[in-house]
């Protein structure tokens, strides 16, 4: 069993104790008993601002907003293996949490690069797929790596997800896909750290040379 370096969860429910976060909490308790340190991000107690759409990042190199984005979020995507999403369904859709964060990630285009993604929502029926379908999209624009169809799970009142024989289930399922996907790919992640695939003449890296993954405005 392999220890990595970080698995690192999202949690974009305003709410705190709730459902959405104690579904995620399955999915990080399954990847520590594989060996994983793991870390939560609770982007309620996270003081920052929405993207402005400056581009100060294109030359900068790293967002040019100083807060709890660039101090606290950023170093530990980058230094994760893993990173699962996880948002409570509002509208058909993510919470405004999730979505400002998937936003900023904009200036680390080219540097979440083959990390493992995983995708958990909690609602009461209507919108999950359309949620989930939001996290994924966020993740493959960044090249991550997916191998699960990602977790629903449905509750209203604290602790009712809890009750969810199979989000339960999936939610282990989910922490065993990542877990073996990350073992998977360690050595594609580490050749990339070390600067291995860097070549100019290696065509895996050249929307990342550009600046672009073809990110639209």
Not at 110 to 125: E, N, P, Q
Not at 142 to 147: F, G, K, Q, S, V
Request: hydrophobic residues 45%.
């Amino acid at each position: 069993m392999v220890t990595y370096v970080l698995a690192v969860g999202v949690c974009g429910s305003p709410r705190a104790g709730g459902n959405t976060e104690a579904l995620l909490n399955v999915v990080l308790e399954g990847l520590r008993r594989h060996g994983f340190e793991t870390r939560s991000l609770l982007l309620r107690d996270l003081r920052f601002s929405p993207c402005t759409g400056c581009r100060g990042c294109v030359g900068k190199g790293s967002c040019i907003i100083s807060d709890d984005f660039t101090r606290v979020a950023t170093p530990a995507l980058l230094s994760a293996d893993v990173v699962v999403v996880a948002s409570p369904v509002y509208f058909n859709n993510v919470s405004a949490l999730t979505k400002a964060f998937i936003d900023r990630t904009w200036c680390l285009r080219g540097r979440l690069r083959f990390k493992v993604g995983g995708a958990v929502v909690v609602g009461r029926g209507y919108g999950a797929e359309l949620a989930i379908t939001a996290i994924h999209a966020f993740m493959l624009k960044h090249e991550m790596i997916l191998a699960h169809r990602g977790v629903h799970g449905e509750g209203y009142e604290a602790g009712e997800v809890l009750r969810n024989g199979r989000a339960l289930r999936d939610a282990r399922r989910l922490a065993e896909v990542l877990a073996r996907v990350a073992e998977a790919t360690a050595a594609l992640r580490g050749a990339l750290s070390c600067g291995a695939l860097n070549s100019p003449a290696n065509p895996m890296l050249k929307g990342a040379q550009d600046g672009g993954l073809d990110y639209e405005d």
